[in-house]
């Protein structure tokens, strides 16, 4: 049960390259996101999933796109990448079973991306 | 605009001594604080969670509070060590598929 795989760890980037950056796990779970961490920004939401074929953006969606095929799936693309877009990023899943906030969010080990 | 805010970038305590990290929010229709811990090179890790119906829940040596007239939760750990240290994440849940994260707190535990 390996839980949220993120690959890969680290990536540098040309402005204006494209990558995609992978997410899968095993979980079964219904709900899946995409964060990224900055300095003295804390963790904001790209876009997230709460079922395949179903996805909606969240705080920061400009410059990514995603798509949902599966279930176990999730992965984010940057189009046209820029140098802000240097950041880490997490990809999460969680149950979707609750309506509530209670069942815990299980995030992967993060992708740091440098965009120059 | 920052819905969730912990106001201190870090702390530092002496182990055994007791970790006070706070967390202030500004919507009162939250209904479900939680807790996240993070090691460097590692993604975040769920610690502690808190529905708004209560106002104390506590799992060892992690208790977390919150007081909804001054939309305030804190995160306790007693004793403090320093496996502990790391970056705490207080994150709120309104109630739409979409946690809301603070800034982080960076823990120090001094042996």
């Known amino acids: 049960n390996a839980g949220v795989t993120q690959t890969p760890k680290f990536q540098v980037l040309k402005t204006g390259q494209s990558m995609t950056l992978q997410c899968a796990q095993d979980m079964n779970h219904e709900y899946m996101s995409w964060y990224r961490q900055d300095p003295g920004m804390g963790l904001r939401l790209i876009h997230y999933?709460?079922?395949?074929?179903?996805?909606d953006q969240g705080e920061v969606p400009n410059g990514y796109n995603v798509s949902r095929s599966t279930t176990e799936d999730f992965p984010l693309r940057l189009l046209s990448a820029a140098p802000s877009q240097t950041s880490v990023y997490f990809c999460?899943?969680?149950?979707?079973?609750?309506?509530?906030?209670?069942?815990?969010?299980?995030f992967g080990q993060g992708t740091r991306l440098t965009v120059v | 605009d920052q819905q969730v805010k912990q106001n201190s970038p870090s702390l530092s305590v002496q182990e055994g001594r007791i970790s006070i990290l706070n967390c202030d929010y500004t919507n009162s229709m939250f209904d479900y604080f939680l807790w996240y811990k993070k090691y460097p090179a590692e993604g975040p890790t769920f610690l502690i969670s808190i529905s708004s119906i209560k106002d104390k829940n506590e799992d060892g040596r992690f208790t977390v509070f919150l007081n909804k007239s001054a939309k305030h939760l804190s995160l306790h750990i007693v004793p403090s060590q320093p496996g502990d240290s790391a970056v705490y994440f207080c994150a709120a849940y309104p109630g739409t598929y979409k946690y809301i994260f603070g800034t982080g707190t960076r823990l120090k535990v001094l042996a």
């Open positions: 999933s709460v079922g395949a074929g179903i996805t």
């Open positions: 999460a899943s969680r149950s979707g079973q609750a309506w509530g906030g209670d069942t815990e969010a299980f």
